[in-house]
Structure formats: C-alpha cells, structure tokens
C-alpha cells in the first residue's frame, strides 16, 4: 500500500480529518498538527505552495500495527522476519514518482514546513535518504534537512553511521531524498543493521515494493513516493545548521553541516507532502520503535526476552522496557547489560515481568514500586558514551550516567505477595444495561 493509498483508507475510515481553510507552511501547519495530535490531518490548501500537506499518520505503535494487520505484540517479530528475510524489489521503468520532472528545481515551490519559532530555516523531517556506494551499494536513512537557498540544503549527517562513512570516503555523494513513502519504507530506513545490506530489501519483505532508477543520480528509489529530491552532497561544503528541535523536544545545537546541491525534483501529478512534526508521537515512533527488535535479539541471547518498548516518555530513545520471562535471579541483571548492548544511546533500561504491561506506564511504576530495591536490584555504569540528543549529557563527549532498574520480583517469595489480586468477573449488563440509543 502506498502513502497515497493509505491516505485514502484513513479518509474511508472517517479517521483523517480534511483542513479546507488555507494555511501557511511557516508555524501554522505544524501549530496545528501538534494541537490535533494523534488526529491525521490533510492540509488541502497551503498558502506558499500548491501542493498538500499530510501529517500526524503513524503517531502510535497501534497505527503501525493496523497498517499490517497485526498485533502490537507482533510489531517486533515482524521487523526481524523482515531483517532476516530481505528480498531484491521488482525495478520497474514507469513510476508514479517521476510523473513530473523537475530539471531547474526551486525548493521555495515545495511546502518544506517552519516548525518552530527558532528554528534555523525550513526543515524537511521525513525525508528518507537513498545513497549508493561503488562497494557497499545502497543504503537508506533519515536526516534532516535545513534549506538555505532555492537549490541548496544543509544537511545533519550523524557522524560514524553508514551515509556518513560513505561520504568520508566519496567525499562527494549523489543521493535522493523522497518523500511520502509508506511504512514499510519508513522501518526500514530507521533500522540498525550491519553495512552493506539495502534497506530497501528490508521493505520489501515487509510489504512488496517496486523501485525505479532516478532521473539525474545513480539510485533506485521507492515508485510511488510522493517526491524525490535528486542532488548531490559535499563533505568539504559547510554551512551552519539549526537550531531544530529534537526527539527530546528542546532545540539541537547548531552545527557546521555538509550542503547538498539539489539537481532536479520529480514528483507525482497531484503529490501529497508528508510532515513529520520534531520530537512529535510520529517523530518518537519512527526513531525508537525500530531500535526494538535489536534490543530484543540482544536480550534474547541471554534470557528468555517476549517484548521491547521504548517508549514515548524516554524521548523514544533514551528509555526501554524490556518484558522477560525470569529463569534465574540474575536474569534482571543479564538483560539489563544486553539492552544497553542492543542499544547504545539508551540511558534507562526497566526489566520487568510477564504480568506488567509494558505499554501500561502506570503498571511500570507500580513494578518499581512493589519489586524494586535500590541497593540490590539498581545497576549503574558511570561515564558511558551516551545520545547526542540527551542534554543532560556531557557537552561535547556526551557522556552519560547509565542506570539499569531490575523491576522483577523475586522467584523465591519468602512469604511475601508480589501479585495483584484479581477481582471477580461479573457481566455488567445484567446490573447497567446499555441505554436505549
């Protein structure tokens, strides 16, 4: 299913709401979708540009869900089947993306989205980088992008990840920026996994996804993105970068950036832009939930692990939960070294037991409250490299405090209660019955 598609089952479904007043791209869309947030909305008429704009469509691990038809429980099983079992896409030569051919692109034509009132510029937050290298081949990735001409971005490469090893070596890197891509596209770009391996191929075991070779670049991109922003960046071009607000909803640093050089646009007749809203559900959702399954298997070596969230209360970055089934005493202990191994800019790891419902914040701290002890069940591991998104963290090294909380209760009760009484069951018909409609 496309992002197009996908639209239309919202819109079907009576869940996407249609904003037919026009609006500005500068603070009023993204005003509006943090105030309607989880609603979907679609902008159809937008002040600076003549195309629409769609936001707020994947703000929870439900959503996600529902768009494969699975359990939220199952969210985590699905994404490793995927890493596991990736599959070349099917490479057609007519796509949707590439109805329109923009060789003089003008980036002021585009509804690039002001966030936020100090912002460095217009931001694009859901662009899904492609980039290929002579002995790695493809690889696909987020980063944002501060536009600072009609052809030029500045682009926020996080330094010793894959594009970033590509472009210390290439120096110069030929990529395309789509847009309006649908989810199986979305994990797959947010996924941890070894160099060299097409994350694009991860997608398409997700869900089958067709590519076409880009106009002016040397990449296969998704068929039916909405847009695909072609260009070029260059290590050695610099210009300042932000601020922009991140996961952890407060403003980044600004940062000397590589510039990209935009050498043509391709687009659908009618394309739809999608806003992703910084440090949003969307935005925490997309960044943390593929960090999941890579924690899971990590733990999984060591315990008997059933289920990961990392949580929108942690930024969706720097907290995990982690469900195990406890074996041994030391279990706790064990998965709380192997999340932070699955997850390293992770800061506060929770175990807990089968019973505790990881998405359920109240029943977390009711496990902290009833099964924890600090002096006994509390690991900390000082001045660790820690996210460059924690501002607590040391300036510049981003060293950090880790802190492991073992929330399980013990195997051995030693006459103490650690369950919860269950209450009896009564069908609540039989003494409230429904009131007539």
């Avoid at 159809?44 to 003549?50: D, G, I, P, T």
């Avoid at 926020?156 to 472009?167: K, P």
């Avoid at 733990?299 to 970055?317: E, T």
């Avoid at 039989?430 to 409609?437: A, E, G, N, T, V």
Wanted: proline fraction near 6%; glycine fraction near 6%.
């Amino acid at each position: 299913m496309s992002f197009r598609e996908y639209l239309n089952r919202l819109d079907e479904q009576r869940l996407l709401r249609r904003v037919a007043a026009p609006i500005s791209k500068t603070y009023q869309i993204a005003a509006l979708l943090k105030q309607m947030e989880p609603q979907p909305l679609l902008c159809e008429q937008v002040h600076e540009s003549a195309f629409r704009v769609a936001g707020n469509l994947f703000c929870s691990k439900a959503d996600f869900a529902a768009y494969f038809g699975i359990p939220v429980n199952q969210i985590i099983p699905t994404l490793l089947r995927a890493i596991e079992g990736r599959s070349p896409c099917q490479v057609v030569a007519n796509a949707p993306c590439q109805e329109v051919v923009v060789e003089r692109p003008d980036l002021d034509a585009l509804p690039i989205l002001r966030h936020c009132e100090k912002d460095g510029g217009n931001y694009i937050s859901s662009g899904v980088f492609v980039a290929r290298h002579p002995r790695y081949g493809q690889n696909l990735d987020f980063h944002r992008c501060m536009q600072i001409s009609k052809t030029e971005m500045a682009v926020r490469i996080v330094r010793s990840r894959h594009f970033d090893a590509f472009l210390q070596d290439q120096h110069a890197l030929d990529v395309a920026i789509c847009i309006g891509n649908s989810p199986n596209v979305l994990a797959a770009a947010a996924t941890s996994v070894e160099i060299g391996v097409d994350e694009l191929e991860i997608a398409n075991a997700l869900e089958p996804l067709q590519v076409t070779p880009a106009k002016s670049v040397d990449v296969l991109v998704p068929a039916e993105a909405e847009f695909v922003i072609e260009g070029t960046v260059y290590l050695d071009r610099r210009h300042a970068e932000g601020p922009f607000v991140d996961l952890t909803e407060t403003y980044d640093v600004v940062r000397q950036e590589p510039v990209m050089e935009v050498k043509a646009i391709t687009h659908r007749l009618d394309a739809i832009w999608q806003a992703l809203l910084p440090g949003a559900l969307e935005h925490k959702l997309l960044m943390g939930m593929p960090r999941e399954p890579t924690i899971f298997r990590q733990v999984n070596q060591v315990v008997k692990c059933l289920d990961v969230n990392i949580n929108p209360g942690g930024c969706s970055w720097l907290h995990a939960v982690v469900q195990i089934d406890k074996q041994s005493d030391d279990d706790g202990r064990r998965a709380i070294e192997a999340a932070f191994a699955g997850h390293r800019s992770c800061k506060h790891v929770f175990i807990v037991d089968q019973d505790i419902d990881i998405y359920n914040p109240l029943e977390v701290e009711w496990a902290m409250a009833t099964r924890f002890q600090g002096d006994r069940q509390m690991v900390i591991l000082e001045r660790h490299p820690g996210s460059s998104l924690d501002p607590s963290a040391d300036p510049g090294s981003h060293l950090t405090t880790r802190v492991g909380f073992d929330l399980t209760k013990p195997l051995h009760a030693q006459g103490k209660t650690f369950e919860k009484a269950a209450f009896p069951q009564v069908d609540i018909e039989l003494f409230l019955p429904r009131r007539p409609q």
